[in-house]
């Protein structure tokens, strides 16, 4: 079993749509959790990190943390053409500097 | 804040020859980098992990041979491909982690390598 399970998508959704991204992982160890877009060709951008459960917000973005149900989400309101990436979850344990990547999902906003 | 800059973008090298991938974190100092893999439509492939001033820690897999990664300072860390072949050809990106407390990772813009 992988430490961290994405689905890769594709995900093709209309501009304005709410998108809904999620990872779930195995290892209960894990305490800090980020999401990454990735442009076609370009470096991982960090996009939200939390070392806690319950939800983060940051503008249209939400980060949900459910650490009883191993479960990540990366909600994005209101969907621009912008957004089409890939995302990528991402998490690790306190000790060590192994981090932990999702597959990644491929987005899609339709305008 | 949190800028980590890769040197070259692209580059094209022929077969038996080596590259020099610099990775810089311009606005803190680095003191774990990470050196990765991308090959098309995938995820990222772990292959080192550096820490300033000591030898790296390679992933099960990759020849520490092939890839020379040296970690000088807490600003800079360079990955060498040695004797490239075509199967190197991939899209190489470094991240680093260097902010007190903390365990994000910010990743630089990537490389592309293509050996001809």
């Known amino acids: 079993q992988k430490e961290v399970e994405q689905d890769p998508g594709p995900l093709s959704v209309p501009e304005g749509a709410i998108v809904s991204l999620n990872c779930t992982y195995s290892?209960?160890?894990?305490?800090?959790f980020m999401w990454y877009r990735q442009y076609s060709r370009k470096g991982p951008e960090l996009l939200m990190y939390?070392?806690?459960?319950g939800n983060k917000e940051d503008g249209r973005f939400t980060a949900q943390v459910d650490k009883s149900s191993k479960y990540i989400s990366l909600f994005i309101r209101d969907s621009q053409p912008s957004d089409s990436a890939t995302y990528l979850c991402?998490?690790?344990?306190?000790?060590?500097?192994?981090?932990?990547f999702g597959t990644g999902t491929s987005l899609t906003v339709i305008p | 804040g949190a800028v980590v800059s890769q040197h070259p973008s692209w580059v094209i090298c022929k077969s038996g020859t080596s590259v020099k991938i610099e990775c810089r974190s311009l606005?803190?100092?680095?003191?774990?980098m990470f050196w990765y893999r991308q090959f098309p439509k995938q995820s990222l492939m772990l292959m080192a992990t550096?820490?300033?001033?000591?030898?790296?820690?390679?992933e099960q897999g990759v020849e520490k041979d092939k890839f020379l990664i040296n970690h000088a300072s807490l600003t800079l860390s360079t990955l060498t491909v040695t004797s490239a072949h075509p199967e190197d050809s991939s899209f190489y990106i470094c991240?680093?982690?260097?902010?007190?407390?903390?365990?994000?990772?910010?990743f630089g813009p990537g490389t592309r390598l293509t050996v001809t």
């Open positions: 991240s680093a982690i260097g902010l007190a407390d903390s365990y994000e990772q910010y």
């Open positions: 290892n209960s160890a894990f305490q800090y």
């Open positions: 939390t070392y806690s459960s």
């Open positions: 991402a998490m690790g344990a306190y000790t060590g500097n192994q981090f932990y």
């Open positions: 606005d803190f100092q680095a003191t774990t």
């Open positions: 550096s820490n300033e001033g000591s030898k790296a820690t390679y």
